[in-house]
């Protein structure tokens, strides 16, 4: 995670400058304020609360340190228990305090008002999209093959509208596009003619196209009757010019079933539209059907199945082919005047550009599946309702669909999982390297394994009891939060080391006894000193009008507190405590 590993460099690096500042600048101010006949600090009293504090702590440690060691073991105990409970999270409202009015007005509409708390996600599929199947996969994955093995449809948390799962894709534009053809051309009539028009179109930078069409009544007279004109429209959409075109022009048979004829573009033209004019007949279908226009990779349809071998459902036949997808695409892609989603006002060119992604060379080599995502009643959306998601999808998927194409999975729900995810491995895999590479360390250094673990051990209890902490007072771990486990590491393993290399010292020359009571006296004054002064500078936090600020000043002032007494109270106890295990082993071992 980004932001963590920032934060821990920001964190070393200011670590190594106050090293260097109290090895050198530290000790020359004060031995230059000594040799100016400044009183040296070391004779100032200490405060009475730490005299008092740290008198009671060494009468603890000498009297009752199996007391201590005892209820440091049941409390450890009862945080590891809630430390299993401690929940992840991650969303907008960590940052923002629930008093504001904002939070108040969104929190009363997602409680009463399902539809409010629903997002989108989506599904990145890159590769090879213009194969036959590519519709067909996509089918499969939003609603199914019958068997009830994939699809959206039977998905916990996916928005049904109906009987469908809310959805966008390319094959959902395609059905639009399908389901509105009957729109795509209009027709009227008075007592002597009728006719049919087609919307208008966007023209294509060429000097010539070809118009096609079909009919189902080969060999009618009234064929003989048929005019075409083509409305020429300037760029602003007003009409221009006509030019019109008679049976001989076109060349058609009266016995043929399919037509079509090539027509001049002119310069000032922007677009057009056909318009196909006949006599009156008494049948009820159309005589012109299938209307295309084709320049290059220009292409306006009237029917998107017949033009692009598509069922009425918008998947393929066995008949269609690789070429079909691909000039189907090539389509959409150019269709900017016709409106496919009236709510935004948005033009299939539009929303294809928006489902597909064409590269410079015209390969269209990555779709995107839109899908809503969002609790319902039965069904809360939390951090096991995200899990169980992104299984779902991942089942969704056909597995012999989208052949060669990599399917992946994102979005603000799948994000939200992925980053909780992130933040749990993070939180272990970061403690444990810690406090290896601790451990490592400090055995190297004291050349002694038991001395190098008498240090760790107490950051272990430290980390322990701040995420039992954390779930007792219901604070997540969080993209802030998660880093509490190494400030922990940093901070429990310096205190455990001043109060281990002091009594190392200080037993060269004392008894046990006495090592440990001036321990606690002189190093564990100084740290206590130390904790109350970090406590304070951490709670200016709390200060905070943002929740998780204010979280991650509690948690850090609570950890300082706790590295304190663990290094204070607890450590010489664990003293006391190696040295008769260790008397124990000798006897065993001379006995």
């Known amino acids: 995670m980004g932001p963590g590993r920032d934060f821990s460099l920001i964190c070393a690096f200011g670590i190594a400058a106050a090293f260097l500042l109290t090895v050198f600048f530290h000790s020359s101010l004060r031995l230059w304020l000594d040799s100016r006949g400044a009183t040296p600090a070391a004779l100032h009293d200490t405060p009475e609360l730490v005299e008092v504090t740290i008198a009671r702590a060494a009468m603890a440690v000498e009297q009752r340190p199996l007391t201590i060691l005892a209820a440091v073991a049941v409390i450890t ?57 590519f519709l067909d996969d996509l089918s499969r994955l939003q609603f199914g093959d019958g068997s009830g ?10 928005i049904q509208v109906g009987a469908k799962p809310r959805a966008d894709s390319i094959q959902t534009l395609v059905q639009t ?38 009919t189902e009544h080969p060999g009618t007279p009234t064929l003989l009757t048929l005019e075409v004109s083509m409305i020429w429209l300037n760029t602003s959409g007003m009409q221009s010019s006509t030019a019109s075109y008679q ?12 037509f079509a004829f090539t027509v001049a573009i002119p310069e000032t033209a922007a677009q057009a539209y056909l318009r196909f004019t006949h006599v009156n007949d008494t049948r009820d279908d159309p005589l012109v059907e299938n209307i295309a226009v084709r320049s290059g990779d220009f292409l306006f349809v009237q029917s998107l199945r017949h033009s692009f071998n598509l069922t009425h459902e918008a998947v393929s036949f066995s008949h269609t082919s690789d070429g079909d997808i691909g000039e189907l695409f090539d389509y959409l892609w150019q269709r900017d005047l016709d409106v496919a989603d009236v709510f935004l006002g948005t033009t299939y060119a539009e929303q294809a550009r928006q489902l597909l992604h064409r590269d410079a060379a015209g390969v269209y080599d990555a779709a995107v599946v839109r899908i809503f995502v969002g609790p319902t009643r039965n069904n809360e959306l939390d951090n096991e309702g995200l899990e169980q998601l992104l299984v779902q999808l991942h089942e969704d998927v056909p597995e012999d669909g989208f052949p060669g194409a990599e399917v992946s999975f994102t979005g603000g729900h799948i994000l939200t999982i ?60 969080n993209v802030m939060t998660v880093m509490v486990t190494a400030l922990t590491v940093g901070l429990g393993i310096d205190y455990a080391i001043h109060i281990v290399e ?17 321990t606690i006296y002189q190093t564990g004054a100084a740290l206590l000193i130390s904790g109350l002064t970090t406590v304070a500078g951490f709670a200016v936090l709390l200060l905070s009008p943002m929740p998780l600020v204010r979280n991650f000043g509690i948690i850090t002032a609570a950890t300082i507190v706790y590295s ?28």
């Open 502 to 518: 002091r009594y190392r010292e200080e037993s060269q020359h004392r008894g046990e006894q006495a090592a440990l009571e001036n």
């Open 564 to 591: 304190v007494v663990i290094a204070i109270l607890v450590l010489p106890s664990l003293i006391w405590a190696s040295n008769r295990f260790s008397e124990w082993v000798s006897q065993q071992w001379s006995g």
């Open 247 to 258: 049976a001989d022009a076109w060349g058609g048979s009266p016995t043929a079933d399919s």
């Open 177 to 214: 596009a399908i389901d509105a053809e009957s729109y795509s051309v209009s027709s009227g009539n008075n007592l002597t003619h009728e006719w049919q028009a087609t919307v208008p179109f966007t023209l294509p930078a060429r000097e010539t196209m070809q118009v096609s069409w079909t």
């Open 418 to 477: 992925t980053t909780v995810n992130a933040i749990q491995n993070t939180q272990l895999a970061s403690t444990l390297v810690a406090l290896f590479l601790a451990a490592v360390l400090l055995v190297g250094i004291y050349r002694h394994v038991g001395l190098g673990l008498l240090n760790i051990l107490p950051v272990i209890l430290a980390a322990i009891w701040i995420m039992g902490t954390m779930a007792a007072l219901g604070i997540t771990l």
């Open 77 to 133: 105990l009862v945080a590891l228990a809630g430390a299993t409970k401690l929940d992840t999270s991650f969303s907008i409202e960590d940052f923002l305090s629930d008093d504001l009015p904002i939070m108040s007005t969104a929190s009363s509409i997602q409680t009463d008002f399902y539809g409010a708390s629903y997002a989108q996600s989506q599904i990145l599929i890159e590769g090879n999209l213009t194969y036959r199947d």
């Open 149 to 158: 093995e994939y699809g959206f449809v039977d998905d916990s948390y996916i």
